[in-house]
């Protein structure tokens, strides 16, 4: 069962916990430190940013993600990264 439809649950667990943490921590900080007035502008500048700031910190563990999930283990994850470099990470 693990070899099936467990496969990458914990790289997926951890994918969602960094997005959402990254997402609520730019946000805040981004709201507490621009000083505009509450409205609109505000609210849409400070998610559009975060998204930002959240996908480039998940990027890394979402394409680890994808392959594990498509079967192949650390040892072939690690394999890939020492073939193509770090910024395969950013495909």
């Known amino acids: 069962?693990?070899?099936?439809?467990?496969?990458?649950?914990?790289?997926t667990v951890l994918r969602a916990s960094l997005l959402n943490g990254a997402q609520l921590a730019s946000y805040d900080t981004l709201k507490r430190?621009?000083?505009w007035?509450?409205?609109p502008?505000?609210?849409f500048f400070c998610g559009f940013?975060?998204?930002v700031i959240?996908?480039?910190a998940v990027m890394p563990v979402d394409t680890i993600k994808s392959q594990?999930?498509?079967?192949?283990?650390?040892?072939?994850?690690?394999?890939?990264l020492r073939r193509?470099?770090?910024f395969y990470l950013y495909r």
Do not use: I
Request: net charge positive; glycine share 16%.
């Open 68 to 80: 594990m999930m498509l079967g192949s283990g650390w040892k072939d994850v690690f394999a890939t």
């Open 41 to 43: 502008a505000l609210h």
């Open 33 to 35: 430190s621009l000083n």
């Open 1 to 11: 069962l693990k070899k099936g439809l467990y496969r990458g649950a914990s790289v």
């Open 37 to 39: 007035n509450e409205g």
């Open 54 to 56: 959240a996908q480039t």
């Open 49 to 51: 940013a975060s998204g």
């Open 84 to 86: 193509n470099g770090p």
